[in-house]
């Protein structure tokens, strides 16, 4: 009886994490379906607009990165996994802008978007390659 249960944990913890795994690749998808128009606005409102659609992706994202890296490390290894997880995170809040603003004071506001949309697309084709593993 305690294998059976085990085994029930098991499986509706690893159909969460599938949910999670498509997800997130939905969500990178979304985010760079949203960048694409952003290098093309007119005014503010469309920007302000589309950001805010980001930012709801992105707060969708962000958990299902956290369940993937908990259900994918041993347990011992999880606290670490995490801390490389935000301190990743972090590190693309600071040198984001740094390079946005280098590339959008060199070329402009256009290329700044179309080549975010481009590593988003890159980073959306690298978790669909792993989910097919």
């Given amino acids: 009886m305690q294998q059976t249960a085990e085994s029930a ?3 509706h913890w690893k159909r969460n994490l599938w949910v999670c795994v ?3 690749f939905s969500t990178i998808v979304a985010m ?11 005014a503010a409102w469309q920007l302000v607009l589309l950001r805010f659609l980001m930012g ?3 707060g969708g994202l962000l958990p299902c990165i956290t369940a993937i890296i908990r259900h994918s490390v041993p347990g011992s290894q999880v606290g670490r996994m995490l801390c490389y997880s935000t301190s990743a995170r972090y590190i693309g809040q600071v040198t984001g802008p740094l390079f946005g603003g280098l590339v959008g004071g060199t070329f ?3 290329p700044v978007f179309l080549a975010t949309s ?6 959306g084709w690298l978790n669909w390659r792993a989910m097919k593993k």
């Fill in 32 to 42: 760079t379906l949203l960048l694409i128009p952003q290098a093309f606005i007119t």
């Fill in 108 to 110: 402009g506001m256009r």
């Fill in 9 to 11: 944990e098991f499986q």
């Fill in 22 to 24: 498509l997800g997130s």
């Fill in 56 to 58: 709801m992706a992105l």
């Fill in 118 to 123: 481009a590593v988003m697309l890159l980073c």
